[in-house]
């Protein structure tokens, strides 16, 4: 069986119902099932739907951004940061590349500082709302730039 090539649109709420995002107003996402693009839960529901169908979903933390890890927050001194200026709540990147981690400043303590690794969204339930726009056959061009074998 190929891999689909998938078009939905999204509304991500967390548990106490405020949007944390969304693609409403904007161009549906794209998304080729298995290239590791989106979470795991939200593909598995969406290669389950039809074009057109709109769902209510769930997604618990597991198949989600994970279950916070108390060994991703660890503290640090202030003088390794990027920054001068540094502010809870503040982000970074801790590389060049895209794919390094993002930190969270949970806590700035005197020369230290307390980084977060964690997911923002680590550890909560994800309620979509989702609607699948589009389902197809992902072709061979789609494959190669998502790195699976066409």
């Known amino acids: 069986m190929s891999a689909l090539h998938l078009t939905f649109h999204y509304t991500l709420r967390n548990r106490e ?26 593909e598995a529901e969406l290669v389950t739907m039809q074009a057109g169908e709109k769902r209510s979903v769930i997604v618990p933390p597991e198949r989600g951004y994970g279950l916070r890890e108390e060994a991703m927050i660890q503290k640090v001194p202030r003088a390794r940061l990027p920054v001068d200026d540094v502010r809870v709540g503040d982000q970074f990147q801790t590389g060049p590349d895209r794919q390094d981690p ?11 500082v307390l980084l977060d690794a964690n997911h923002p969204l680590a550890g909560q339930d994800l309620h979509f709302e989702v609607e699948l726009v589009a389902r197809r056959a992902a072709t061979p061009a789609e494959l190669q730039a998502v790195g699976l074998p066409a």
């Open 17 to 42: 119902g405020r949007v944390l995002d969304t693609s409403r107003g904007g161009e549906p996402l794209n998304c080729v099932q298995g290239a590791g693009q989106i979470i795991e839960g939200l």
């Open 102 to 112: 993002v930190v969270t400043i949970v806590a700035v303590e005197g020369d230290q």
